[in-house]
């Protein structure tokens, strides 16, 4: 069977937690759509970078399908034969069809009055799964601490928890938890976490944002939460199967860095990197995978970038940026090679 998968925002991201998860490779991408052929279903559930998932159909199989007797459809991508033919079927069996233009959002697709088709060159798919906006928000707004300037979105905890492979009973470590956003979302696929912060406050607000999430969710998997700074961190950690975290990223800054300014935040936060990789050297076994992000500071003429370091294999890099943000970041997908 063929599926057309929508990918989100960072696109090079989505197909590669789409490779990563369900350990496909797409026949052809055009813009934001990917086609994938497998003979098991994908979930839209699993994923955190795809926004709807299509089923690849013939042209004659739209005749069969029961549609409602008053509708509106959107077509996403080019098919000229396809437009002309949906508006002489709707037209023939006196259905009221409302063509709407404009690429629809998860919510107008999760009315039940709504339809997509999408075409990629001479393919042509019906939307089945959407991503369901609500759900997230539920889990974002409602937990009891939500620290928006410190916190990864919800969306991306579920990639990068993706990315590290870890798999349900085993441990994931994230050792600037914060509020616990990225342990929360690794809890819900029954990996167990750790979760470290050097602040009280975070470790605090991780501790409300578990235990809620137990609370509403039926999750099997256990956490643990320890104040401490990356120096002691093996002191309280002697080993976990994966790693994902955001990092502390520097001091704030107001405006475009020159270059003594990164040059500066870069000489503070290297040690503070270097000596993580050295500790998570210490707690993990061969070929577990280490998914960090780190910063990189533009000036008007160069790029500085924080990198790791240590016996560390990088599997993948890819940059995580929004145009109007000042600090920009990179995603790391390390491997580690071997014990020291």
């Known amino acids: ?34 086609l994938y052929e497998t003979e098991t279903k994908p979930n839209i559930e699993v994923l955190g970078g795809t926004t709807r998932i299509a089923e690849v159909i013939k042209m ?61 060159n001479n393919l042509i798919a019906i939307t ?9 928000k539920f889990r974002d707004i409602n937990r009891p601490e939500v620290d928006f300037v410190k916190a990864t979105s919800i969306r991306m905890a579920k990639i990068l928890v993706n990315l590290s492979k870890a798999k349900p009973n085993q441990i994931l470590l994230d050792p600037f938890c914060g509020s616990g956003t990225i342990l929360q979302e690794a809890m819900l696929k029954n990996i167990n976490v750790i979760g470290t912060d050097i602040e009280k406050k975070s470790i605090e607000q991780s501790q409300k944002n578990l ?26 950690i002697k080993k976990a199967d994966a790693v994902v975290t955001e990092p502390y990223m520097g001091e704030f800054l107001k405006r475009k860095p020159d270059q003594t300014t990164a040059l500066n935040q870069l000489a503070k936060l290297n040690p503070l990197y270097e000596d993580l990789f050295i500790k998570l050297s210490k707690i993990l076994r061969p070929s577990s995978r280490v998914v960090i992000m780190l910063p990189v500071f533009k000036t008007k003429n160069s790029v500085y970038e924080a990198k790791p370091s240590g016996k560390f294999k990088i599997l993948k890099k890819m940059p995580y940026n929004y145009a109007h943000n000042i600090l920009q970041r990179n995603i790391y997908v390390l491997e580690y090679t071997s014990k020291s």
Do not use: C
């Open 1 to 34: 069977m063929k599926y057309i998968l929508v990918l989100g925002r960072d696109q090079e991201l989505s197909l590669y937690e789409i490779e990563q998860t369900l350990n496909l490779k797409p026949l052809k991408v055009k813009h934001n759509l990917a």
């Open 60 to 120: 004659e199989d739209i005749e069969n399908i029961d549609f409602q007797q008053k509708l509106k459809y959107h077509i996403t991508g080019d098919n000229e034969d396809l437009t002309a033919f949906l508006k002489s079927f709707f037209k023939k069996n006196r259905i009221k069809a409302q063509y709407k233009k404009d690429e629809p959002t998860p919510t107008q697709l999760l009315q039940k009055d709504r339809i997509e088709f999408i075409a990629l």
């Open 128 to 136: 089945s799964q959407v991503y369901n906006p609500k759900q997230v």
């Open 211 to 236: 235990e809620w999430l137990k609370k509403n969710y039926p999750i099997n998997a256990e956490y643990s939460l320890i104040q401490t700074n990356i120096k002691t961190l093996t002191k309280h």
